[in-house]
């Protein structure tokens, strides 16, 4: 395979490529080295591996399913709760770093190069992770029977309204009065459970317009029971008008999900010349160039210039491509220089952490 990794770029399935039973390896987490035995299977119900390089390692399969996007997608949904159940199973007894669902090596030696590549990402993101899990909580409400409750008190302190006006202002009213008891809520539940954690990420709430809280925890280990208690006073206190769901403990998906890419030449190169930059460049070379052409362009030193403020940050958009382009690829360094051409863009890892938000 060309790349370095295959995924979909939607998230869920393969490459599209066709994987041979001897070559697919299927990436379901990274974690500390270890060669225990895993007493449950993976995707096919293939037997997992774990490839290591130095201190850590990867926890993979065989796949001999030619390309998950072939799949249908009642099976993918399965692949997709195998991979969860697979981290789930892991991180009860090690931390783990998961990795984006429908990321595949060629082969094992693929994997150990992959880990040599991105050995600083990994141990960073295992050392922010350890003796830690997260814990999700949401909660809803029935908000036909909220609204009917506030508009009953504000319709009784308008009894005597009849313009049009009036009942637009009504109306109006009714919207605030919801959405400051659902902040009020919002903060109680949440000013109550982070003193807890030690940070915390905001979900997407897209269940139903009934959910009014969804926001992920990462606790230490120490701290669950405690977590749950507060939980628990909390619901008590909502009881009769707010339903509470606590999932977990899970894999640390919110806060670390590494997401694996063949670095893109074409970006890099309109990055390096956007800053000016030879083919070889040190980092340094990098940020002089950066802070030079962003206070060159910077909009406040340019108040007449329409066009200052895309330049400004087409520059600074530049320097995240190569900054990260240099993080995720010091073994290409050589004293201090990093090497921009095709070669060697295409045979870098980009590296980026999807869980963090």
């Not at 997608?73 to 007894?93: D, R, T």
């Not at 005597?160 to 659902?182: M, N, P, S």
Request: aromatic share 8%; proline share 4%; with cysteine.
């Amino acid at each position: 395979m060309d790349s370095q990794v295959q995924h979909d770029p939607e998230g869920l399935n393969g490459s599209g490529k066709v994987v041979s039973p001897q070559e697919g390896r299927f990436i379901y987490c990274f974690t500390e080295r270890g060669e225990e035995a895993y007493p449950f299977t993976g995707l096919e119900g293939a037997k997992l591996e774990t490839i290591s390089y130095g201190d850590i390692a990867a926890v993979i399969s065989p796949l001999r399913t030619t390309s998950l996007n072939q799949l249908e997608k009642e099976a993918v949904w399965e692949s997709i709760l195998k991979h969860q159940e697979v981290n789930g199973h892991i991180s009860s007894s090690k931390t783990v770093v998961p990795v984006r669902f429908g990321t595949i090596a060629d082969d094992s030696f693929e994997v150990k190069e992959l880990l040599q590549k991105i050995y600083l990402q990994v141990k960073a993101a295992l050392k922010r992770l350890e003796g830690k899990i997260e814990l999700v909580v949401r909660t809803s409400w029935d908000l036909h029977a909220v609204i009917q409750e506030v508009k009953g008190e504000i319709t009784i302190e308008n009894a005597g309204a009849t313009d049009l006006q009036e009942k637009i202002t009504i109306g109006r009213g009714i919207f605030e009065a919801v959405e400051k008891r659902k902040r009020s809520i919002i903060d109680t539940i949440h000013h109550g459970l982070y003193p807890l954690a030690v940070d915390f990420s905001v979900g997407s709430m897209r269940e139903s317009e009934e959910m009014i809280f969804d926001c992920s925890y990462l606790v230490r280990r120490g701290k669950e029971t405690s977590f749950d208690e507060a939980v628990n006073r909390i619901a008590n206190e909502y009881e009769r008008t707010i339903t509470f769901k606590c999932i977990g403990p899970l894999p640390p998906y919110s806060f670390a999900r590494l997401e694996i890419a063949q670095g893109n030449f074409e970006v890099v190169d309109e990055a390096r010349k956007a800053l000016g930059l030879a083919e070889r460049s040190s980092l340094e070379e990098i940020k002089a160039s950066y802070r030079r052409l962003s206070l060159m362009h910077h909009p406040d030193r340019n108040p007449a210039d329409p066009g200052a403020e895309e330049r400004f940050r087409n520059v600074a958009q530049a320097y995240e491509i190569l900054e990260a382009y240099c993080e995720n690829n010091r073994w290409l360094e050589k004293g201090r220089i990093y090497p921009f051409a095709r070669e060697d863009v295409e045979s870098a890892v980009m590296v980026r952490d999807g869980g963090v938000k």
